[in-house]
């Protein structure tokens, strides 16, 4: 097992890829009406009266109207979608918020509430003119309770900014994303994101304890409790976390962080087969038991999309597969010791051919740069069809040969990847072409639904549903749970203003 | 640092408590709907037809209506509550728990869902006549999958048979009660418990993966997913955790369970102030870290409760505060180093006193006896007005000197006492006299209510709402929910046939 050197790969200078992104290449994407054949709702336009009125509420200059300005709003990063809102409006305070939705709702506006731009499921962005809330300048770190470890702060806090503040006071936030430079803690609540430290801090559902959120009519809904056990009463928080902001806007949270861990390990692997994969997930859970935070699997394909499009190197030998395991505790001694234990039985039974690894931060950056940067690289291709699927380990992989064998005859296919969070049996399946192709995407959908359907896994692991899976809906859940979404969406936002197109699908689909 | 040695305490014979307390002195308590003053519900009343109709589905065997047989039923363990049911019905499947339902439904007949019977709230027995839907013989396990960690099982397995199942499989159940012999998961997962590992794996919010509940109409909600990551809509699964079986009646459980520790050690430290407590739970976080499994404080006279009422020697010289502190990790050497090394720093910086530490798994049973016993030790001394909030640490412990002082000139008061999960902010709170005094009664509620909630805690931590908390919710829970939880309530059981009388306050009091 080598160390890492530092001129094993190029430095990371940030990671905001998601604003790195906008300014690539990318030309203006067709309205999501016409891509999705949506229908606009029974909702009102939006008047000059309204725009006094938000100003009121806002002022002049949180409100944005001027269709350059807005345009940023309209289009996601992956310039997959786009709406054509008119209006963007900037609250501070969940006050005003409440404002904003109070008349909203009594003008049948319908509204779309967004962070930081960063979902891939096309969630946070308009359709029609939904007037965009942005949570962007409610940034407020409210308190931090150093010996319980609850974290308080308002929705449109950065993720990156959150990690750092804790940082200084020994925490660390419970998830960690590629997106971190630029998502919000509100939009990673509201769709519920899962990231790379979920194998060992567990969902959003376990450690948000609080929420507050304002419905469509402008109630506060404040369910902010800071304590780890509370069982008052139905638990309301969980109905905002992961409904994408279609049943309130969420405003704050409270969160449970843990002791920031003293020792960090990093060891990249070569595997030369999946049976070995799923041999290295057993022993890495046995071995390294309580200290596993990160188990990540790549396989060739998608390093390939690294080392071309993002002139990344990768440290050790051409692998069918490749894993990113990582180590953090409260004894660096310990840790190494048992990292070394795994990785030594790991080489003598043969489960691993190659391995490299990592204690000094830096270098654990440079290889985690490889695993980030892979959507980003596979982007580059041209348009990129991802898919973010969760499988039982024995089946996980499966899917990326049988859909490359589905699609062997489809013009314009150039790569069929999957890599992703394999400790949690999470993996995205990418597929890439130089430009968007109907004939490849009707070939994809609906057979990838299908297939992670028939092997019992989830159509929407950690992404959400948005706009754009709302038709794969049904694949993970029976006629009866649709209809009881669609009840609690009428009882919760009776007009339907909030995010409409979103997550629900077309009662006729159950 | 002394290890524990055999004759410190008596052996452990059995932890099925509530069984135990069943056989004791108690009589029959008052029927409930006298003691919390409650009207009946505008509810059909069981018919010789509708009997017709249950053994139709569960057969005679599997029907109780002789008064005897049911009266096991109407009762809890505390013996405080009572209800009046004529019917207790066991299906074993979830077509049966179905057909059940929608029958009781269409006829309008209230039904009370009851797992071990185990609850401390009285939510899971009748107030009046409803018809109770044992989940006793719903016990079978469906499937556990080694290399996720996923077990799959109905509502009726107990706790413990499930712990014995993953043993030999080298897994965990991810939670533990003290009342593990009964409860039933169906029941845990209604009641959301808590217990003594969530400070290692969280709440059941983090660790069920997935449910499938029978609603008030008979439809199945089969949302029983099985992958750690589901983005795919509504979050449906927690409405049922923690609802106490007034939205639906949970059959079936996918809960995500633990690789068994290999090493697991206990310490029994005594402290000499509150502020040592304190600074006991800061560097157990820190040096313990990630192998910290359980942090218990008990106070000296909850200790003294054990030692006079059931014989049981506490292994220590006498302290004002007790704390109990479990490691469990995948390498003895390193976790004993690490309890040692914060056992010695505790020592050295005066935090602790003196203290015991066990490995040896009957050592360990032996001085968990003390703290797992606690409840029934109280419960000796006549009558146990018992509380469970949770407050922040800096809180945790003056609830029980500022009740004790409250309390000071009522008489009857026999014990004012504090113990309980010190990692998770979770205090019980108990208050023992020889009898029931309704003056006592009168002196802490709402006085506790109110000083819990002045200080951002809550009124239920694990326990529930059940039938006793309802009036407390709205300590907790600001109008806005309270209307919410009811909304959700009329939409899932329109007649409100599902456990009525319970969880939700009334609509006035919000």
Redesign the interface.
């Known amino acids: 097992m080598r160390k890492a050197t530092s001129n094993v790969l190029h430095s990371v200078t940030q990671r905001h890829w998601p604003l790195k992104i906008r300014t690539a290449k990318y030309s203006t994407p067709p309205l999501s009406k016409d891509t999705y054949k949506i229908k606009r709702g029974n909702f009102a336009s939006l008047t000059d009266k309204d725009i006094n009125v938000f100003e009121g509420i806002v002022g002049k200059t949180r409100m944005l109207t001027d269709v350059s300005d807005v345009e940023a709003y309209n289009v996601d990063w992956l310039h997959s979608v786009r709406g054509s809102s008119q209006c963007v409006l900037k609250p501070k305070t969940t006050e005003e918020v409440s404002a904003i939705l109070k008349h909203c709702n009594e003008r049948r506006l319908a509204v779309c509430p967004q962070g930081g731009n960063t979902g891939l499921a096309g969630g946070s962005n308009p359709v029609f003119d939904e007037v965009v809330i942005s949570t962007s300048l409610m940034n407020k770190i409210i308190s931090f309770?150093s010996?319980?470890?609850v974290l308080t702060c308002q929705a449109g806090c950065v993720l990156e900014q959150l990690e750092s503040y804790l940082l200084e006071q020994?925490f660390l936030m419970p998830l960690d994303l590629g997106a971190k430079g630029s998502c919000q803690i509100g939009g990673n609540v509201s769709?519920?994101a899962?990231g790379l430290r979920?194998v060992r801090y567990?969902?959003l559902?376990?450690?948000v304890l609080g929420i507050e959120a304002v419905?469509a009519n402008g109630?506060?809904?404040?369910?902010l409790?800071?304590?780890?056990?509370?069982?008052?009463?139905?638990?309301?928080k969980?109905?905002f976390?992961?409904?994408e902001g279609t049943?309130g806007l969420v405003t704050q949270v409270a969160i449970h962080c843990p002791?920031s861990?003293?020792s960090l390990n990093v060891a990249f692997l070569g595997l030369d087969s999946y049976e070995k994969v799923?041999e290295a997930?057993?022993s890495s859970?046995?071995?390294?038991?309580?200290?596993l935070s990160s188990c990540e699997l790549m396989d060739r394909t998608s390093i390939q999309a690294v080392e071309e499009n993002l002139k990344l190197r990768v440290p050790i030998k051409d692998c069918p597969f490749y894993m990113l395991i990582e180590t953090?505790?409260?004894?660096s001694d310990?840790d190494e010791?048992?990292l070394s234990q795994f990785l030594e039985n790991a080489l003598e039974k043969n489960i691993i051919v190659d391995g490299i690894q990592a204690s000094e931060p830096s270098r654990i950056k440079q290889l985690f740069e490889v695993r980030e940067r892979m959507a980003e690289a596979l982007l580059l291709d041209g348009f990129l069809y991802t898919y973010d699927v969760?499988?039982?380990?024995?089946d996980f992989y499966s899917i990326v040969p049988t859909t490359r064998e589905h699609l062997k005859n489809v013009p314009g296919v150039m790569r069929v990847t999957g890599f992703g969070?394999f400790g949690?049996?999470?993996i995205h399946l990418n597929i890439t072409s130089k430009e968007y192709s109907k004939e490849i995407m009707n070939n994809i959908e609906p057979f990838v639904y299908e297939w992670t359907s028939k092997f019992?896994?989830?159509?929407?692991?950690?992404?959400?549903?948005g706009l754009k899976?709302t038709g794969?809906?049904h694949?993970?859940?029976?006629p009866?749970?649709?209809q009881?979404?669609h009840?609690?969406k009428?009882?919760?936002d009776p007009n339907g203003i909030m995010n409409p197109y979103k997550?629900?699908?077309a009662i006729n689909s159950a």
């Open positions: 309770d010996l319980s470890g020994g769709t519920n899962g979920l567990g969902s559902h376990g450690t419905l109630e506060v809904i404040n369910c409790n800071k304590m780890k056990k509370d069982n008052t009463g139905y638990h309301l969980h109905l976390i992961g409904s049943l002791v861990p003293k799923l997930l057993k859970k046995k071995d390294l038991g309580e200290i953090s505790g409260s004894n310990h010791e048992k969760s499988l039982k380990p024995q969070h949690d049996g999470n019992g896994g989830s159509v929407s692991a950690e992404h959400g549903i899976k794969a809906v694949f993970c859940k029976p009866q749970a649709i009881l979404m009840q609690i009428n009882v919760m997550v629900l699908p």
